[in-house]
T-cell receptor
Framework: RKEVEQDPGPFNVPEGATVAFNCTYSNSASQSFFWYRQDCRKEPKLLMSVYSSGNEDGRFTAQLNRASQYISLLIRDSKLSDSATYLC??????????????FGKGTKLSVKP | NAGVTQTPKFRVLKTGQSMTLLCAQDMNHEYMYWYRQDPGMGLRLIHYSVGEGTTAKGEVPDGYNVSRLKKQNFLLGLESAAPSQTSVYFCASLRQTNTGELFFGEGSRLTVL
């Protein structure tokens, strides 16, 4: 089982829709969690960190459920420019090192006019 | 401020050849990473380093070696390239793991014939 698993996608939604992505992680010792965005043929870029209490950045809301070991990303009022692949990233404590940043396979979002 | 620079950006190798990918960062970051990205597989961690002189294995370390002799450089070596190592390689650096903000290079596209 992969350490970090995401919805397979792709998600095809109309402009203005609300869309949610989930991500599960297997290592309960995981320290921190993030969502990244990757545009086609580009490098990934940090979208937002995920905090235990949940956090919001404009149209984006991230939540963490440590008991169930999953994180989520909600995008409200989708824009065409939101079309990208969204990657879940987990910092897994491994062998005493906190540097083990593992990516999920990503979920592709396509927002249509 | 160049950020993270990878060289070369493109390379074609024959099976059995060796090569080194160089990653350089000018942000004085402690952590550095090498990932590979393949269609449908997301980013997979090859090796990483939590500081000068240290390296650690990631998810898919076999067939690769790394060195971090200087804080600003992280080298990825392929001693005997195989077609299965055809991929896009991304280098990234990170100041602190709790921030999660990886700064990526633009990627290096490697083809092994």
């Amino acid at each position: 089982r992969k350490e970090v698993e995401q919805d397979p996608g792709p998600f095809n939604v109309p402009e203005g829709a609300t869309v949610a992505f989930n991500c599960t992680y297997s290592n309960s010792a995981s320290q921190s969690f993030f969502w990244y965005r990757q545009d086609c043929r580009k490098e990934p870029k940090l979208l937002m960190s995920v905090y235990s209490s949940g956090n919001e950045d404009g149209r984006f809301t991230a939540q963490l459920n440590r008991a169930s070991q999953y994180i989520s990303l909600l995008i409200r009022d989708s824009k065409l420019s939101d079309s990208a692949t969204y990657l879940c990233v987990v910092n897994i404590l491994y062998g005493g090192s906190q540097g083990n940043l593992i990516f999920g396979k990503g979920t592709k979002l396509s927002v249509k006019p | 401020n160049a950020g993270v620079t990878q060289t070369p950006k493109f390379r074609v190798l024959k099976t059995g050849q060796s090569m080194t990918l160089l990653c350089a960062q000018d942000m004085n970051h402690e952590y550095m990473y090498w990932y590979r990205q393949d269609p449908g597989m997301g980013l997979r961690l090859i090796h990483y380093s939590v500081g000068e002189g240290t390296t650690a294995k990631g998810e898919v370390p076999d067939g690769y070696n790394v060195s971090r002799l200087k804080k600003q450089n992280f080298l990825l070596g392929l001693e005997s390239a195989a077609p299965s190592q055809t991929s896009v390689y991304f280098c990234a650096s990170l100041r602190q793991t709790n921030t999660g903000e990886l700064f990526f290079g633009e990627g290096s596209r490697l083809t092994v014939l």
